[in-house]
């Protein structure tokens, strides 16, 4: 409810109290108060825990208005009655109950050792968190990792506790039962926050595992102001909020409800130390719930409880248990390390090593004439996409980024508009309209080509405005990964659009060959064309899907990026570039004539000895080529003999005059 009345543009309130648990999620919506209030006032709250409530990025996003702490309510009527003392470690809590129990079981039936709190809500979390950091090494040692002999070792001992002291049913007892022991007195040792209870209870810290080292967690509400209201309901805020995080208010509030102040200094202070036992306030060992930002908390919190309590409650192995929920902390990625990584590693080396191969091909006299169908120029473009194109199967190696995210696209949308428009540019040529636009056009290809590559341009640098975010997937019973994901509605509306571009380039080349499918001169390029255009169409179409859906598998992810990935940016070129050549060199076909006819205008004559039809045409593709092979120039009048028996085909300077 709170960060949706954040998200709003039109926000309804000025100032925000909330639980610091949320401190990472609401923080940054909230006014760096390290701004606005006095170096002195934020000095007060520096020390001690308030750091950790409250700084969320190096900003202090909020302040403490309300702490709750964890104790161990210990009955003195019991313990004095047995020469007991209130314990200090977790082996003497479980030294003392056993003792104590034992003699007591035939006088009170209704008497338990030790309540736990391990219940199923968020009370279980902060047992659980705070009996943790109860069993670091020493004083100044930070939480543990999870993972780690520290961890399995207070565990092991949380669960030998439950069994000899308690049972199941015992430690997951939830609030409503802990209150009814701390009223009627029935048991020896309770846990729960800091409340007034039945007098026989005497507060005390919390065990540790050994004797000086304890810890509580902290509950409570933390207050911020959010910082897109304006600037005169912001000073507003502030003078608010800086009186009742005053050490003053703050004082008076302490000594009229005896609830913990987090400005440390106040526990120096004679007047507070009269009516609140400032030495036992001194010696509480807080730690705060600080779970990862991205996560949701309430979510993390369940998943942090369920999976330890699969060990305690329950029959599965605790180093298992502990890597089940160690695992949502992770984000997995493939790297060229892994199986899968290695294997498509290889599978790319091998593919680039066929493309830089393949440039050599035009090269080879006995194929250089299938080429011929595009200017020189032309291929270098389609050639350039290609390698463009080639580039996105590399993106999905290595950890989730920004600028990955952005490659992805600019690879998609730039390498295919190169790799495709000069063979959109060259069946253009092969249409003859008199169509006035349809010749210009014709006539500017170049420009045609570039114009297409401008939209491009646009469209990516309004991505580029509105920046991908990483969206974290979070797998239950599996690992987590990153992924790419829109941030706003422009980046999104952009993206669409670029892939609705795309598709119309396919889409045009792919009519564009299908009417050309039974021209007698271009039917065979027509028909390579058709079978590599269909497979980037459909490739294209699988990544827009997986791009829209979750699979829940990084594997399985990355494997079908890559095998789409690869299909979209090679097929064009293998099937186009490497094969069709191969294949009409191997059925002995001339293809030079054929190019020639199909490119009809009025700067060739062709003139049929059978028919003496004379047929005008304009062929640029080839007389640019016939520069390339040796071929006698134009511009010197010179015949030009083809392999044809039929058809004499002679050249001539059209006088502009």
Not at 154 to 180: N, R, V
Not at 596 to 608: D, E
């Amino acid at each position: 409810m709170v960060e949706k009345l954040l998200k709003s543009k039109k926000r309804k309130y000025d100032i925000y109290f909330f639980e610091y648990i949320y401190n990472s999620r609401f923080g940054p919506y909230f006014i760096n108060l390290g701004e606005y209030l006095p170096k002195e006032h934020i000095d007060m709250y520096s020390e001690g825990i308030t750091p950790q409530l409250c700084i969320l990025n190096e900003k202090w996003v909020s302040l403490p208005i309300k702490i709750s702490y964890d104790v161990l309510y210990c009955n003195m009527d019991l313990l004095e009655k047995y020469d007991k003392t209130i314990p200090e470690t977790w082996d003497e809590l479980i030294e003392t109950s056993k003792y104590i129990m034992d003699k007591e079981k035939d006088n009170d039936t209704d008497l338990i050792s030790f309540n736990g709190l391990y219940d199923y809500t968020e009370t279980g979390t902060v047992s659980l968190y705070e009996y943790i950091y109860s069993n670091r090494d020493s004083v100044n040692s930070p939480f543990p990792s999870f993972v780690n002999e520290t961890v399995i070792n207070a565990l092991e001992k949380l669960k030998y506790m439950k069994e000899k002291i308690a049972s199941d049913e015992q430690f997951q007892q939830g609030t409503l039962y802990t209150l009814g022991k701390l009223n009627d007195g029935k048991a020896l040792f309770i846990k729960y926050w800091n409340v007034i209870p039945n007098p026989v209870y005497k507060m005390s810290i919390l065990p540790g595992i050994k004797k000086g080292i304890s810890g509580s967690t902290i509950g409570g509400q933390s207050i911020g102001i959010g910082n897109d209201i304006g600037d005169k309901k912001i000073n507003a805020s502030v003078k608010i909020l800086e009186y009742i995080t005053s050490k003053e208010f703050r004082k008076n509030i302490t000594l009229e409800t005896l609830e913990y102040s987090t400005i440390p200094s106040l526990y120096d202070d004679d007047d507070i130390c009269e009516v609140v036992d400032c030495k036992f306030m001194k010696s509480i060992q807080f730690v705060p719930r600080k779970f990862p930002p991205e996560y949701p908390y309430d979510v993390y919190s369940k998943e942090f409880r369920s999976s330890i309590y699969e060990y305690l409650y329950g029959d599965k192995p605790i180093i298992e248990a502990l890597n089940e929920f160690d695992n949502l902390n992770k984000f997995y990625s493939i790297s060229f390390s892994d199986s899968i990584g290695k294997a498509f590693g290889f599978i790319l080396g091998i593919i680039a090593l066929i493309l830089i191969v393949s440039l050599a091909l035009p090269f080879i006299p006995n194929l250089r004439k299938y080429y011929k169908v595009l200017y020189l120029d032309f291929w270098i473009y389609s050639i350039f996409g290609t390698f463009l194109m080639f580039g996105l199967c590399f993106v999905g190696y290595g950890p989730v980024t920004v600028i990955k995210c952005h490659l992805k696209v600019f690879f998609l949308s730039i390498g295919l508009s190169f790799n495709l428009m000069p063979i959109i540019c060259m069946f253009n040529k092969s249409i003859h309209k008199k169509d006035i636009l349809w010749q210009t056009i014709k006539k500017q290809s170049y420009f045609v080509i570039m114009g297409v590559l401008l939209i491009n341009n646009i469209l990516y640098m309004f991505i580029l405005k509105e920046p991908f975010t990483i969206d974290k997937i979070f797998v239950k019973n599996g690992k987590n990964y990153n992924r790419c994901k829109s941030r706003s509605g422009l980046n999104r509306f952009c993206f669409y659009l670029l892939m609705i571009l795309e598709t119309l380039i396919i889409l045009i080349t792919q009519w564009l060959a299908f009417i050309k499918r039974n021209n007698i001169y271009l039917k065979k390029e027509s028909r390579f064309l058709i079978i590599s255009l269909y497979t980037v169409l459909l490739s294209l179409i699988m990544i827009f899907i997986l791009e829209t859906v979750n699979i829940n598998d990084y594997n399985i992810e990355f494997i079908l990026f890559e095998v789409f990935y690869i299909l979209f940016s090679i097929s064009n070129h293998f099937i186009f570039f490497i094969i069709r050549p191969l294949w009409l060199r191997y059925k002995k076909i001339d293809e030079e004539l054929e190019y020639l006819k199909a490119f009809r205008s009025n700067t060739f004559s062709y003139i049929n000895e059978n028919t003496n039809q004379i047929m005008n045409s304009k062929s640029p593709i080839y007389s640019k080529f016939s520069l390339y092979t040796n071929s006698q120039s134009l511009m010197n009048n010179r015949s030009i003999v083809l392999s044809n028996p039929n058809a004499l085909v002679k050249s001539q300077v059209i006088n502009p005059s």
